[in-house]
């Protein structure tokens, strides 16, 4: 809020409340803080589908709830927050009082939302009214900082549970008088403006939607618009978070999760949109999302704000910066932060290390809060270049002689390896091909997962090929090579010395093409398929009929073999595949054996030759007798 609207605190409480709660009756949506009624309904429909990752999300949500059932509040008059740098354990002590009570009241009062179950609803109230009947003070270093980024967790917790008759009037009075008596006067006078004013601006714009305060509400809007201008640079850094040494990306991060959270906030209760906005000189959020994105999605070794930052090379979902990004995902569309989440999920709040508890209150629930999860479509054909790697122990990188030039890893002796994070590995891929040079004859790749001991994908052992400056390609079979995956290229040698000089390795993933996204067609109708997994079908498939499907990659090593899924009660049914045109060169045609019913599929892979690099595939339906030739649900290569 504005100073000069705060200036009324010290002429009297009684005035200034009266100013701070001059709210517009109804002025915004309840709940709409962190999630709204709308996006609840559309969550709940999910969960009760029973879809993943919304499941797994609710069932992680619904046990932090019930166990917040048993928590009494930690609630206390004078509430001291020591500096974390100067008396880390008194800090640390300190604000476990509010992150366990935070906690349990936002997913209590979450879960409510969920369930209708009034039990969590009480809980939720009991733990609010707790601090808002006993809390007369919040001093120390940390006082205002922490009673922002865990407080907001409280006002959340309330936005959930404002309609719920068994929280009274008197109550919800009580709480919005001791926020504005007790934590607003401090978030307001923080005059630095690095992560905590973030804070604060999140916190207070919160506070001012759950009371209806339109006015201060746009007063923080434009504080908001402010220090996204002032605080990023013009490639995205944060200066204020860059002098924090071996804790700077950590900070990056800690400004940028209550700077979006705000975002989403203003977004909810009045529909404008600071996620995509650019501020006069430039700056915008998306702006120093990306740049932060850059360094922890596999190059925090090049983070140019002090080396050392402590960024784990193998994450969980509760690490930093994971519940950004999921949330970010949904809102920007961007499929790069999609890739970066995806096998994390459900991902949770960052916790404290120390109490193991929710560290800050924004984005708890990023996964179970997302309205909608789009597939990731694999990559088709992806070459990956070995020097490339986000993460390496003791190989080195030097020119390769290979066809291309660049570069190649080396000094790859006994158990040393290369990592590469979030290999977009799609539906999947049966073989990894490696281009490599090595003279000898004992040396082994292995291909794993998730870390230098973890899951085997494939190894194969490697034929000499001579000498160190000749090279060349193998296959190296590999299961299990699917989704979103961390891989590590780990090097297995029985006798000292390198086993081999690696220049790249590239995959193919498999690819599903569903028969009702056609680019065009000819006869043919879609409907709704009886086919496990739903969706639609192609039917109606006379004779002659087709479906054709625009730049399909095959990758520059094509493919053996089509898959098809369909059904039919024919037995002189044909199904053509052809390039550029239903009359174009013939890639392969199988006569379909019968499935014994129009509602029974089955599968069947359709040999071709010359499917190679990207082509127009046509789908032709042939049969020499009238009537529909088979309904198809997918094609897979």
Do not use: C
Request: hydrophobic share 35%.
């Amino acid at each position: 809020m504005r100073k000069g609207i705060r200036h009324g605190i010290g002429l009297g409480v009684a005035l200034a409340l009266s100013l701070l709660l001059a709210a517009t009756a109804g002025a915004y949506s309840h709940p709409g803080s962190s999630v709204t009624a709308n996006e609840l309904t559309t969550i709940q429909s999910k969960v009760n589908a029973e879809l993943s990752p919304w499941k797994e999300a609710y069932e992680a949500m619904l046990e932090d709830a019930d166990d917040g059932l048993s928590v009494a509040s930690h609630a206390i008059a004078i509430w001291n927050i020591p500096g974390y740098y100067a008396d880390s354990a008194g800090h640390d002590a300190a604000k476990l009082r509010m992150e366990i009570d935070a906690s349990a009241a936002y997913a209590t009062a979450l879960a409510y939302r969920f369930t209708g179950n009034h039990v969590y609803a009480d809980k939720a109230k009991e733990l609010i009214n707790g601090w808002a009947y006993t809390n007369t003070s919040v001093t120390g270093t940390d006082g205002a900082l922490v009673s922002a980024y865990l407080g907001v967790g409280l006002i959340h917790a309330a936005d959930l549970i404002k309609d719920y008759a068994g929280w009274s009037a008197t109550d919800q009075t009580q709480f919005t008088n001791w926020i504005a008596s007790v934590w607003l006067p401090k978030w307001d006078g923080i005059n630095g403006r690095n992560n905590w004013w973030d804070w604060s601006l999140y916190a207070q714009l919160s506070y001012y939607h759950f009371t209806d305060n339109a006015t201060a509400f746009a007063a923080e809007v434009a504080n908001l618009k402010d220090h996204i201008d002032t605080s990023i640079d013009a490639n995205g850094f944060l200066p204020e978070e860059a002098t924090r040494g071996s804790n700077s990306l950590w900070y990056h991060y800690f400004a940028l999760s209550p700077m979006t959270a705000a975002a989403e906030v203003v977004r909810n209760a009045t529909g404008e949109d600071l996620f995509n906005w650019v501020s006069p000189s430039g700056k915008s959020i998306k702006l120093a999302l990306d740049t932060l994105f850059y360094y922890v999605n596999g190059h925090v070794s090049q983070w140019p704000y002090g080396s050392n930052q402590g960024y784990p090379g193998s994450l969980n979902s509760h690490q930093y910066p994971l519940n950004l990004y999921e949330a970010m995902a949904e809102i920007y569309q961007d499929m790069d932060y999609e890739i970066y989440v995806t096998q994390y999920r459900p991902v949770g709040a960052v916790l404290n290390g120390s109490s193991g508890r929710v560290h800050h209150f924004s984005w708890v629930y990023p996964t179970l809060l997302r309205t909608s999860i789009p597939v990731i479509p694999g990559p088709g054909y992806a070459k990956v270049e070995a020097e490339d790697y986000s993460g390496s122990y003791k190989v080195s990188i030097a020119a390769t002689v290979d066809e291309g030039g660049g570069s190649m890893v080396r000094s790859t002796d006994h158990n040393d390896y290369v990592y590469y994070t979030n290999l977009n590995l799609g539906e999947g891929t049966n073989e990894f091909q490696l281009r490599y040079a090595t003279p000898n004859t004992d040396g082994t790749v292995e291909f794993r997962v998730d870390g230098p001991d973890g899951p085997l994908l494939g190894s194969l052992l490697l034929p000499s090929t001579g000498s160190w400056t000749t090279y060349q390609t193998v296959s190296i079979p590999v299961t299990g090579a699917a989704g979103i995956k961390n891989v590590y290229m780990v090097f297995k040698k029985a006798s000292s010395g390198s086993v081999a000089d690696i220049n790249w390795f590239s995959y193919t993933t498999h690819t599903t093409i569903e028969a009702e996204n056609f680019s065009v067609q000819h006869g043919l109708t879609v409907s709704a398929t009886s086919d496990t997994g739903g969706g639609g079908k192609l039917g109606k498939s006379d004779n002659g009929d087709y479906a054709g499907y625009s730049n399909v990659n095959f990758g520059p090593n094509g493919v053996s073999a089509i898959e098809v899924r369909y059904a039919t009660t024919n037995t002189n049914a044909t199904l053509e595949l052809r390039s550029g045109g239903p009359t174009g060169t013939l890639l392969g045609s199988l006569l379909l054996p019968s499935t014994g019913s129009w509602d029974t599929y089955g599968t069947i892979s359709i040999p071709v030759t010359g499917a190679v690099g990207v082509q127009d595939l046509y789908l032709v339906f042939k049969r020499p007798a009238s009537g529909s030739v088979a309904d198809v649900n997918w094609l897979r290569y």
